[in-house]
C-alpha cells in the first residue's frame, strides 16, 4: 500500500515563502502524476498544482507565477515551493498521486494527511 507523507507547512506573514514535500513510499509499479490540493475552512477542496512523470506541469491560476510544482521520480518526491505567500493561501495542503500497484492493474490514487499553511496578514 503507498502511503504519503508531508512535510513542511507552518505559520508564515503575507509576502513570505514556504516549501512543502511529499514522499510517496511503499509497493508500487510506477507514479504517473502526483501534485498539490489544497482546502481551506468551509471550502471545497481545490487543485494546486500537478505533475506529470514527464514533467508536464499544471497550475490553479490564483498560483500562476507564485508556485512551482517540481518532482524527483527518482525518488518518488513531490514539492511545491510557495512564494509572494497571500493569506487567501491559507489552508491545509494535500499532497496526491495516482500509481498503478502493479504493472497491468487500473489506476489508484492516494492522499497525504495533509498539512496546515498559515498566512498571516
Known amino acids: 500500500q503507498v502511503q504519503l507523507v508531508e512535510s513542511g507547512g507552518g505559520l508564515v506573514q503575507a509576502g513570505g515563502s514556504l516549501r512543502l514535500s511529499c514522499a510517496a513510499s511503499g509497493s508500487m509499479f510506477s507514479i504517473d502524476v502526483m501534485g498539490w490540493y489544497r482546502q481551506a475552512p468551509g471550502k471545497q477542496r481545490e487543485l494546486v498544482a500537478t505533475?506529470?512523470?514527464?514533467?508536464?506541469?499544471n497550475y490553479a491560476d490564483f498560483v500562476k507565477g507564485r508556485f512551482t510544482i517540481s518532482r524527483d521520480s527518482s525518488k518518488n518526491t513531490v514539492n511545491l515551493q510557495m512564494n509572494s505567500l497571500k493569506p487567501e493561501d491559507t489552508a491545509v495542503y494535500y499532497c496526491w498521486a495516482n500509481y498503478k500497484p502493479y504493472r497491468f492493474s487500473r489506476i489508484l490514487e492516494v492522499w497525504g494527511q495533509g498539512t496546515l499553511v498559515t498566512v498571516s496578514s
Open positions: 505533475v506529470t512523470n514527464g514533467g508536464n506541469t
